[in-house]
């Protein structure tokens, strides 16, 4: 729990990096971020055969999922 909750923070933290553009994410949402782009690299890559079941998504396709929720998340809650 401890370890998803590290990971899922480092990996929202370099999505938010990688995504141009100001996203005003706090640290929880940061985490939560993460936790959701490693969850949907998760599922992409099992449905495409790239991981087996129970096989955790790696760095690199965590922090690209986690960038695109951000994308989404910026283009739906402009301000």
């Given amino acids: 729990m401890i370890a998803t909750i590290i990971i899922g923070f480092i990996v ?3 999505a938010k990096f990688l995504h ?10 940061t985490t939560l971020l993460g936790i959701a782009g490693s969850v949907l690299a998760g599922f992409v890559g099992q449905s495409a055969g790239w991981y ?3 096989q955790p ?3 690199i ?3 690209l999922a986690a960038v695109v929720i951000l994308f989404v998340y ?4 402009k301000k």
Wanted: net charge neutral; no cysteine; charged share 15%.
């Fill in 61 to 63: 396709a965590s922090t």
């Fill in 74 to 77: 910026t283009r739906v809650v």
């Fill in 20 to 29: 141009p553009g100001k996203d005003n994410l706090g640290f929880i949402m």
């Fill in 57 to 59: 998504a790696g760095w």
């Fill in 12 to 14: 929202g933290v370099l």
């Fill in 52 to 54: 087996a079941p129970e």
